[in-house]
């Protein structure tokens, strides 16, 4: 098995069209047609990773964290990171990472982080927008099944929890072909009349390129009259943040306490507690700051993220109880996600999950 078919089933579950635009996530050292011996699954790329990886046989690392996040100009050995890549060079050792496009899927995560806490009924927090397209195609009768099936196989027609959705509308069309065609239906010079049908589909932006070639390949015409819209649509299962339930409620107090034993936090910094019990719980894994007031408009009881800064705090106004429990503490789930995603994916792979603790912060 070649890197290159790792690299297709992590970006089949988040594609890198979902990441953020200051974000460096894919193949950043290596090439993707090596032949793969083992992966170490961790979540940042430090010199003890690297060295880890070589030491138990991996020639690719697969992080959360991009190792490369700003430019490079020099090579020196100068920092962590020129280190980490010189010896990944050296040793034929290819660095992928999954960074922001997995924290926006709805299997992501901050699904994963919901999991860990017992949380039910999880949706996204903010969907994200301009991530959704439709395509209007026109395509003879006689062809429109297959030709609505091949689109549906390559990712369009998904609409929530449907599948398979499609607007369809039969009529008339009109065309003449010149000397210089081959028309499937009709004769050269002459006008033609064909009873059609329209299809509708909604797709996400990054199988695009997938849905275009499935109706090219299926579609009898020479020219494929279709059209592709832009639309405002928010996509609920692409997003920032995540929100869910409590099966049951929890005093405030107790379900700090809940978070320190699952994620195994050495320090919980939170703002006052309101003395309403908790049922309703908003998500971020990582900096979570920005989705604030998502997380009040959702009426959440607490809002459990990392990386809040001081002056931060004070915009929780008693409405909401912030919880920042870490970064690394908040993500430290991921390397088991992409484990069972693999495993599910490739029954005979089974990945290595690093055993470096890779949190830089220390609590005293």
Not at 159 to 172: A, L
Not at 310 to 330: K, L, M, P, Q
């Amino acid at each position: 098995m070649k890197i290159s078919e790792i690299i297709r089933y992590l970006e089949e579950e988040a594609p890198l069209g979902y990441q953020e635009s200051y974000d460096n996530s894919g193949l950043l050292v290596g090439q993707a047609n090596m032949e793969l011996s083992q992966a170490l699954l961790c979540l940042d790329v430090t010199e003890e990773v690297v060295e880890e990886a070589i030491q138990r046989g991996c020639n690719l690392i697969i992080a959360h964290h991009p190792l490369i996040f700003n430019g490079l100009k020099r090579l020196n050995g100068n920092t962590f990171v020129e280190r980490c890549i010189i010896k990944a060079v050296q040793n034929n050792l290819a660095i992928y990472a999954i960074h922001t496009n997995l924290d926006n899927v709805a299997t992501g995560v901050n699904q994963k982080l919901g999991e860990v806490l017992g949380l039910k009924n999880l949706r996204i927090l903010r969907p994200l927008k301009h991530t959704l397209r439709k395509l209007v195609v026109f395509c003879p009768e006689s062809h429109a099944v297959d030709l609505r099936f091949s689109l549906f196989e390559a990712g369009a027609g998904g609409i929530g929890n449907y599948d398979q959705c499609s607007f369809n509308v039969s009529g008339m069309g009109t065309f003449r072909a010149t000397d210089q065609a081959s028309p499937f239906v009709g004769k050269k010079g002459e006008l033609h009349y064909e009873n059609e049908v329209r299809i509708e589909l909604i797709y996400p932006v990054p199988a695009q390129n997938a849905i275009l070639n499935a109706m090219f390949a299926k579609h009898p015409y020479e020219e494929v009259a279709y059209t592709i819209y832009s639309i405002e649509n928010s996509n609920q299962s692409v997003g920032s943040g995540m929100v869910g339930e409590l099966e049951v409620e929890m005093e405030e107090a107790d379900f700090l306490q809940k978070l320190k034993n699952q994620l195994g936090t050495g320090l919980i910094r939170h703002t006052k507690l309101t003395g309403k019990n908790v049922r309703r719980v908003a998500i971020c894994g990582g900096s979570g700051s920005f989705l604030l007031k998502d997380a009040i408009q959702a009426e959440a009881d607490f809002f459990v993220t990392a990386d809040y800064k001081y002056h931060d705090f004070f915009d929780a106004e008693n409405r909401i109880v912030i919880a920042d429990v870490g970064h690394y503490e908040s993500e430290k789930f991921t390397k088991e996600l992409l484990r069972d995603f693999l495993m599910k994916k490739i029954r005979t792979f089974a990945p290595l999950l690093s055993n470096i603790n890779t949190n830089p912060v220390n609590y005293y």
